[in-house]
């Protein structure tokens, strides 16, 4: 349990870095992006705006202009006699109107009398006199005039165009259609907030506003200083651009709200944080496979160090082993010698008694065979410490196979019997001898055949085979009636500490000492799973006729 939480936390741990590594400079790039997205939409904005007041600007000029114009061409053209008289001035009336953008058209002498008037007012100016009016003074002073928008004597809010002739005998005067000017300004109302409008220089409205706006603000009171050009504010959500017309006397106001602009900016920004979250769970599913992955492998390497951490326990375990055994043969090793030799004492002693006054001379003499006999048995075992002990010195003799076989098979007969398991020789006759050492063979041998014997369990069989191979070889092998090794086990199975018994029936050595003695005489070991069941073990080894 404790383990699971261990490797949880590093899961956790693992997952949040991985996506914060990931999602953090992805955010923190989305809000730059965004800030800089938007400044530049703002800046567009701005942009567009400054392009259609200018734009507008030169409309309302040219619109002025051509009315203008148009009042000086006929004063230019026709003697106030002709324009003072009313049909005359209905007939030109009808002609130069079929816009529309006309309401009226005065003609006044110098003293500013009505002269001819056609139009819709006959009725509120009729018998008006005008002189003292300033848009009347205005005229005979410059020679035309365009006024701000006034009530008059028809008391309705109206602009008027007026000029007079070069003898100043005479002044021509055309009210201008309010709502034909207004219109003008309609196509100037960017988004649904946009606003447009005209003032004077005290900040009278002189056209409506698109909003209902009844006054300046103080925000548009402090943009109304005399400015050359184009002048463009960005005050709170809102733009404001403002341009000068007629002559300085008229300020053009377009409004535009930041907010009505952005909706592209607002629609990319969605987009931004769909693609973000999107992003964001795809590098999280990621997290998740690479953190599993990492952990697995962390467990392996933790399992791995933990059992390694055993290996070396054992490895020093196996090393105490090996410094006792070594100990107990070199103990055991010079009895023996004191043995041996007082046996061939006795041998060399023997044949000089007299048969007939030694009794039982012929027991003497084969009881010192035993003994000569056990001493070079008890030399083989504790030469076999030594060679466990990995402190004997290696060397190579004449072997032959089969008489090797045949004494390590005199080792474990005994425990076979008590198995119930048989051992089959399948031995090549006359099988040449070759140079190998003998004893480290013997433990090679000794190993397969003890495995075997725990694989068949009771009442299996063992088959042991030598042939002579066709490459100047000898092969063995060792086969048996067992369950075989799983496959996913054949490729350890000679690997060091790695072993299928049961914890503490084996340490997992056995077979790898066996591969490492059997490579160091130039041979090759394999084991393989035979299709009528068991496994078989396959040890070639060179003949070599000498060192």
């Not at 041998?347 to 008694?353: F, G, I, Q, R, T």
Request: contains cysteine; proline residues 3%; neutral net charge.
């Amino acid at each position: 349990m404790e383990g699971t939480n261990y490797y949880r936390k590093i899961w956790l741990r693992l997952t949040v870095a991985f996506c914060l590594l990931i999602t953090v400079p992805m955010v923190i790039l989305a809000v730059v992006t965004a800030s800089n997205l938007k400044d530049a939409v703002i800046d567009k904005a701005e942009l567009s705006l400054g392009r259609l007041i200018d734009h507008k600007k030169d409309v309302v000029s040219l619109f002025l202009k051509e009315k203008e114009d148009l009042l000086k061409l006929l004063v230019g053209m026709y003697p106030i006699d002709y324009l003072g008289n009313q049909e005359n001035l209905n007939t030109l009336f009808r002609s130069v109107n079929q816009a529309g953008s006309i309401v009226d058209l005065h003609v006044i002498d110098s003293s500013g009398s009505q002269l001819a008037y056609v139009g819709p007012y006959v009725k509120s100016i009729t018998g008006k006199n005008y002189f003292d009016a300033q848009w009347f003074q205005d005229v005979l002073i410059k020679g035309s005039h365009v006024s701000d928008v006034f009530l008059g004597f028809r008391n309705v809010p109206h602009f008027v165009v007026a000029v007079t002739d070069p003898l100043k005998s005479y002044v021509l005067r055309a009210t201008i259609n309010s709502e034909t000017f207004n219109k003008l300004l309609l196509s100037a109302q960017i988004g649904p907030n946009g606003d447009s409008f005209i003032v004077n220089r005290d900040g009278v409205l002189q056209t409506p506003s698109l909003q209902g706006q009844k006054e300046l603000s103080t925000i548009d009171k402090s943009l109304l200083e005399h400015h050359e050009g184009t002048v463009i504010a960005k005050k709170g959500d809102t733009i404001i651009a403002t341009r000068w017309v007629k002559d300085g006397q008229w300020c053009l106001f377009v409004k535009s709200r930041i907010e009505d602009s952005l909706g592209p900016f607002y629609e990319n920004r969605r987009n931004v944080v769909l693609v973000i979250v999107a992003t964001g769970i795809v590098f999280l599913v990621l997290a998740c496979f690479f953190t599993n992955f990492f952990l697995r492998r962390l467990e392996v390497y933790d399992r791995k160090r933990a059992e390694l951490g055993g290996q070396m326990v054992q490895m020093e375990k196996m090393a105490t082993v090996g410094r006792l055994a070594a100990g107990i043969a070199h103990e055991i090793n010079n009895p023996l010698q004191m043995i041996t030799n007082q046996a061939g004492w006795i041998a060399e002693l023997l044949p000089d008694e007299d048969p007939a006054l030694v009794k039982n001379m012929d027991e003497y003499v084969k009881s010192v065979e035993q003994i000569k006999h056990h001493v070079r048995r008890a030399g083989t075992i504790t030469h076999r410490l030594l060679g466990f002990s990995r402190k004997i010195t290696t060397e190579k003799q004449k072997v032959q196979f089969n008489d090797l076989l045949e004494e390590t098979i005199s080792f474990v007969e005994t425990e076979a019997g008590y198995n119930n398991v048989g051992i089959v020789r399948n031995f090549a006759e006359n099988l040449p001898t070759t140079m190998a050492d003998g004893p480290q063979l013997q433990q090679v041998f000794l190993n397969l055949i003890n495995n075997a014997i725990d694989a068949v369990g009771q009442g299996g069989t063992i088959e042991i085979t030598t042939v002579v191979g066709t490459a100047k070889n000898i092969i063995i092998e060792f086969a048996d009636s067992g369950p075989g090794i799983k496959p996913e086990n054949l490729k350890q199975i000679f690997d060091p500490f790695f072993t299928t018994k049961e914890p503490g029936k084996g340490t997992g050595l056995g077979l790898y000492i066996s591969y490492d003695i059997v490579q160091k005489l130039g041979g090759s070991i394999k084991v393989e799973n035979r299709k009528s069941g068991g496994a078989v073990f396959t040890i070639v080894l060179p003949i070599i006729s000498q060192e």
